[in-house]
């Protein structure tokens, strides 16, 4: 039975839409951008794989009467994103180092050219159309190799934190003068193309810039109306949104009656547009969620169906697409490493920036679409160049690690510590909402000092408050660096009014926040706290959404794949934290609560300590000698203030929780008698964290080898110093 050809076109959409976004997160997964998973899919839903293992099927579903459909609504996806980079490609960009930025780039668009244009001495015989001039042969071949993705680079740098380094503020500046360089040379490709000489462009070429003169003066002087608009009414409404559009639309025609191209008077409004923080960033939201999701899997489908791999069937031709890839490769890496060497870039910087300019992903696409549709370029050459697109996109960030790794960015970004003194015990909390976690930071700082304040202690130790903005999609908005920015920056407005709220005023002192941006905020934490060698991570815990466990969710993922003891604050609105209860059997973990407990005991004159131990009728005592010789080191200021009550119980969890009903906080390790699995997988794995009266603190020491009760002994070192220095001083 024939479907309507709507019919039919409404069922591919929502096969390229769930493919797209399938395989994009499964790209993700390997710390790629979702592009490159959606290019993928589009290839994968083409003659390539789906039409090769079953060409009947996939001639059902894509049959050819419904591909010029899907290259209608391609179209318009290409218009709107155009627009959308246009918009993302800030002035400020160009104001940093644009000398230096100025050579890098034309330097990585001139070396890739000019050896593009070499190579189209060697294909043009080979894998032109033959209906197309050598002249436009040589020059799309020559952008395509030229070509920088500049929102692909952004999301990079977003991605590592690089917005705030000198790396950063390079690639971006570069990039963008790429950007504008690489358009109108591919334009000029267009313009010669389309007349079939280089004199007949000559019109095409005069009417681009009178009309590009026009935008940059008249046009911005209309769209500032936009934004004076917005600063009265403060939004942006469907009227005003609706004439944008028009816009939009009016200047992709134009240029397309000029003899470029559609994709080029969209970019052009978006670039003009006034770069006013909220009426972009509001425009962008509006725009970008329903192109990015719904019309660019579109355009990668349509790519996907005029990609042919199969064309690729002898060892030679193998050999031309490597050909290619290596003068893609060697052409923007040399022109970028050189020209910035020459500039005074070390060489580090200038490696790391000649990959990150190496990034072409999606703006490439678009670019071979083109020369695909105007048959500069032929299906073969268009199948070598998407595998450069995609080879060269997914090797960026692997590369950019080796080059530059996280642990080096660090230290260009974060402010080394207050006179250079390296804390000796150090506790990351990751914050997740900065006005509701006070409690969590006021007993990282009290498990550090408690309420003492001598100089040394002060010294001693650290809290690091991790606050990380999650980037949930690629090309949105929020991920280019300087929407970033305004949010860190705001991030750290709110963490300071935090730390600056902390009682008393010397808390403050040793509170350190770290504000970044990560698009798997446990996993991230995770590596902080591994690069840091933190000794304490420190969580607050909260009922993760679409879960049954408690202690699931980004807690879960901490608490079981952190490098180093965790410590999970389920806060009962307690106040002071005076009165603590250890429920004790011998492990590492409930020996890491020990240990705990006997800091904050240690640097609290107020503070009480009782050891419960929780034993079963059948059971032998055989933690006598351990807590004898426990409190015989122990100060006897420290240990006056520490009770060792014992009592049997068949049901161990049920003891602990009628004995915290008379503390203040109860810190038990994260072990089978206490119903608090390590992995916390199971629905009852969390019985203590629902049950307990008190605040609870639930601790996971992360090495097993080794029980660690001797280190528990270690904290109180300093205190019987202190003793012993006031009896000196006495006697």
């Not at 380094?165 to 000029?188: I, K, N, Y």
Request: charge should be neutral; hydrophobic fraction near 50%; glycine fraction near 6%.
């Amino acid at each position: 039975m024939k479907l309507d050809i709507v019919v039919q076109v409404l069922i591919e959409i929502l096969i390229v839409i769930g493919l797209s976004r399938l395989v994009g997160l499964g790209f993700r997964r390997f710390k790629q951008p979702l592009v490159i998973g959606e290019i993928v899919a589009g290839i994968m839903l083409g003659p390539s794989l789906l039409g090769l293992l079953a060409p009947s099927l996939a001639t059902t579903l894509f049959p050819p009467e419904t591909i010029p459909f899907l290259n209608v609504l391609a179209q318009i996806g290409l218009i709107f994103f155009m627009f959308l980079i246009g918009l993302e490609l800030d002035p400020k960009y160009l104001r940093s180092q644009l000398d230096v930025a100025v050579l890098v780039s034309h330097v990585s668009i001139l070396v890739p050219f000019s050896l593009g244009s070499l190579l189209a001495l060697l294909l043009y015989p080979l894998v032109s159309s033959g209906s197309v001039s050598f002249t436009a042969f040589a020059l799309f071949l020559g952008a395509a190799m030229s070509i920088t993705a500049f929102p692909v680079l952004a999301r990079i740098i977003t991605e590592n934190n690089l917005q705030a380094t000198r790396l950063g503020t390079m690639a971006l500046t570069c990039a963008a003068v790429d950007d504008v360089t690489a358009w109108c040379v591919l334009a000029l490709a267009i313009a010669v193309t389309r007349t079939n000489s280089m004199a007949g462009a000559i019109p095409t070429i005069l009417l681009s810039i009178a009309y590009i003169a026009f935008m940059v003066t008249v046009g911005r002087k209309f769209l500032k109306t936009f934004a004076t608009y917005y600063d009265r009414s403060g939004r942006l409404n469907q009227f005003v949104l609706a004439v944008i559009y028009m816009g939009v639309v009016i200047s992709a025609l134009i240029t397309e009656l000029i003899g470029i191209h559609l994709i080029f008077g969209a970019f052009l409004v978006g670039a003009v547009m006034p770069k006013h923080p909220g009426l972009t960033r509001e425009l962008a939201q509006k725009t970008e969620d329903f192109v990015l999701t719904f019309l660019l899997p579109v355009f990668f489908a349509y790519s996907g169906l005029r990609t042919q791999v199969g064309l690729l069937n002898t060892p030679f031709l193998w050999l031309l697409c490597g050909l290619v890839l290596l003068v893609a490769i060697v052409g923007k890496y040399f022109g970028t490493y050189i020209a910035a060497r020459v500039s005074g870039i070390d060489k580090r910087e200038a490696s790391a920036l000649a990959w990150l300019m190496n990034t072409r992903g999606l703006t490439e696409l678009i670019v071979l679409n083109i020369g695909l549709s105007l048959n500069v370029i032929s299906p073969l050459l268009f199948t070598m160049l998407v595998i450069m697109a995609l080879v060269t996109t997914f090797m960026t960030s692997p590369l950019l690690e080796w080059v530059y790794p996280k642990r080096l960015i660090r230290k260009d970004v974060v402010e080394p510590i207050a006179d250079g003194v390296e804390p000796g015990y150090k506790i990351l909390v990751p914050i997740a909402n900065p006005s509701s976690q006070k409690g969590l930071i006021q007993l990282a700082v009290t498990i550090a000092l408690g309420d003492t304040q001598p100089p040394k202690a002060l010294a001693s130790a650290a809290v690091y408050p991790l606050s990380l903005i999650q980037l949930d999609e690629d090309y949105a908005f929020g991920s280019t660096p300087a929407e970033a920015e305004r949010l860190i920056a705001e991030r750290s407005q709110r963490m300071a009014e935090l730390v600056e709220s902390l009682e008393p005023p010397y808390f403050r002192s040793i509170v350190h926040p770290i504000i970044r941006v990560a698009t798997d905020v446990a996993q991230e934490a995770v590596r902080v706290a591994d690069n840091d060698r933190a000794d304490l991570v420190l969580l607050g815990w909260h009922r993760p959404a679409f879960s049954r466990n408690r202690l699931g969710g980004r807690v879960g993922q901490i608490l079981s794949t952190a490098r180093t003891d965790v410590a999970v604050f389920v806060d009962r609105q307690q106040g002071k934290l005076t009165n603590l209860l250890v429920p004790y059997v011998s492990n590492v973990h409930n020996d890491l609560g020990l240990e705990i407990a006997l800091r904050i005991l240690v640097n609290s004159q107020d503070a009480t300590l009782t050891i419960l131990s929780v034993t079963q009728s059948h059971q032998a005592n055989d933690r006598t000698y351990e807590f004898r010789t426990l409190m015989e080191q122990l100060p006897a200021s420290v240990r006056d203030r520490i009770h060792t009550p014992q009592v049997e119980s068949s049901n161990p969890i049920q003891a602990v929780v009628e004995a915290s009903a008379n503390v203040d906080l109860t810190i038990a390790g994260a072990s089978r008698e206490w119903g608090l699995e390590r992995q916390t997988l199971g629905f009852y794995a969390d019985q203590l964290a629902v049950q307990c009266h008190s605040s609870l603190l639930i601790t996971r020491r992360y090495s097993q080898v080794t029980a660690h009760l001797s280190s528990v002994l270690g904290v109180v070192d300093d205190e019987t110093s202190r003793e012993a220095d006031e009896s000196e001083a006495v006697t």
